[in-house]
T-cell receptor, first 113, second 116 residues
Framework: DTEVTQTPKHLVMGMTNKKSLKCEQH?????MYWYKQKAKKPPELMFV???????INESVPSRFSPECPNSSLLNLHLHALQPEDSALYLC????????????FGPGTRLTVT | AQSVTQLGSHVSVSEGALVLLRCNYS??????LFWYVQYPNQGLQLLLK??????LVKGINGFEAEFKKSETSFHLTKPSAHMSDAAEYFC??????????????FGTGTRLTIIP
């Protein structure tokens, strides 16, 4: 099984809402990632978790709050977002050792109104 | 820091023609290189990867790429284009961050259009 699942597929939220994005993998990967992708652009790394611990935060605003409850799950909590945060949010996972490919989920299309 | 450059943001080829998508990398150490494909409104799918085992790498859907150290290139090719190949293609290089984690740096992408 090489699948990464993400829910929801689409999300529309107001600037005062709180919502969460969820990601799950069952490949035994111990590294998990959140990316943000704007239209016609490559994915931009937001966060990296290694062994369920946050290891990279690419200077992401605090209105994005990641969480890794266990080795299979990754959440991204959203609060007080801005319209410019509208994008495709991608989750990925990989083994820890060097040169390992990342497997991506289908993404959550987020619209902030 | 390592980086990749994709020449040509848009490439159009006729159905049945050769597909050539260009990627050049910048790295001070032997790199790990990847090609990903993204279909509209979907995530990224791994096409192939180079990890120094062989310079010619075969991937899924008939794609292959050749690692040329002298040219610092990792171009993606397919002998005969199919309509289903229309998508966005990203070249990426893997690097170790300051914290010891591995991270991908993507090129700007090439949109491939297939002409019937």
């Amino acid at each position: 099984d090489t699948e990464v699942t993400q829910t929801p597929k689409h999300l529309v939220m107001g600037m005062t809402n709180k919502k969460s994005l969820k990601c799950e993998q069952h490949m035994g990967h111990r590294a998990m990632y959140w990316y943000k992708q704007k239209a016609k652009k490559p994915p931009e790394l937001m966060f990296v978790y290694s062994y369920e611990k946050l290891s990279i935060n690419e200077s992401v605003p605090s209105r994005f709050s990641p969480e890794c409850p266990n080795s299979s799950l990754l959440n991204l909590h959203l609060h007080a977002l801005q319209p410019e945060d509208s994008a495709l949010y991608l989750c990925a996972s990989s083994h820890i050792r060097g040169g390992r490919e990342q497997y991506f989920g289908p993404g959550t299309r987020l619209t902030v109104t | 820091a390592q980086s990749v450059t994709q020449l040509g943001s848009h490439v159009s080829v006729s159905e049945g023609a050769l597909v050539l998508l260009r990627c050049n990398y910048s790295s001070s150490v032997p790199p790990y290189l990847f090609w990903y494909v993204q279909y509209p409104n979907q995530g990224l799918q791994l096409l192939l990867k180079y990890t120094s085992a062989a310079t010619l790498v075969k991937g899924i859907n008939g794609f292959e790429a050749e690692f040329k150290k002298s040219e610092t290139s990792f171009h993606l090719t397919k002998p005969s284009a199919h309509m289903s190949d229309a998508a966005e293609y990203f070249c990426a290089v893997s690097e170790i961050s300051n914290f010891g984690n591995e991270k991908l740096t993507f090129g700007t992408g090439t949109r491939l259009t297939i002409i019937p």
